[in-house]
């Protein structure tokens, strides 16, 4: 697994998703998020940073109270998965960031993508979705 940005909260000017916009021109938010260090403050930027339908792998080990603002969480479509890993439960068990990740690459399945001049054929592929397994289609313009 590889991260493809990172950003230093410490060095961030005007806030996370500010400095996101640096790889993201118009940023909705990553897919998959990590809190690995267990404080309220890393829990509450994930909250902020994990996009529309994707989801936040929660490995940190918390030791006080955390706020998770489902109020803004829950029209966002997110999963958390959540466990504490440990050497005795990672043969038996997937890690929460496996879990996301499946969660990820579930959410971009059956997408279907055609340009504008296909919309006949996009409108088709979409009409027949038992049978093409698409459960998305994208026009690019």
């Known amino acids: 697994m590889v991260a493809t940005h990172?950003?230093?909260?410490?060095?961030?000017?005007?806030?996370?998703?500010?400095?996101?916009?640096?790889?993201?021109?118009?940023?909705?938010?990553?897919d998959v998020v990590i809190e690995a260090v267990g404080v309220p403050a890393t829990l509450a930027a994930c909250q902020d940073l994990v996009g529309k339908?994707?989801?936040?792998?929660?490995?940190?080990?918390?030791?006080?109270?955390?706020?998770l603002r489902l109020e803004?969480?829950?029209?966002?479509?997110?999963?958390?998965?959540?466990?504490?890993?440990?050497?005795s439960t990672l043969p038996i068990r997937p890690s929460p960031v496996d879990e996301a990740l499946r969660i990820r690459e579930?959410?971009?399945?059956?997408?279907?993508?055609?340009?504008?001049?296909e919309m006949l054929k996009a409108y088709d592929t979409f009409g027949k979705a038992?049978?093409?397994?698409?459960?998305?289609?994208?026009?690019?313009?």
């Open 6 to 30: 990172t950003v230093n909260p410490d060095s961030a000017k005007g806030g996370l998703k500010e400095a996101t916009k640096e790889h993201h021109r118009e940023f909705d938010g990553f």
């Open 53 to 67: 339908g994707g989801a936040i792998a929660n490995v940190g080990v918390h030791g006080a109270k955390v706020d």
């Open 72 to 87: 803004e969480l829950w029209g966002r479509g997110i999963q958390i998965t959540m466990a504490l890993v440990d050497t």
């Open 106 to 117: 579930a959410k971009h399945k059956g997408d279907d993508h055609s340009r504008f001049s």
């Open 130 to 141: 038992r049978k093409t397994r698409a459960l998305k289609v994208n026009i690019e313009l």
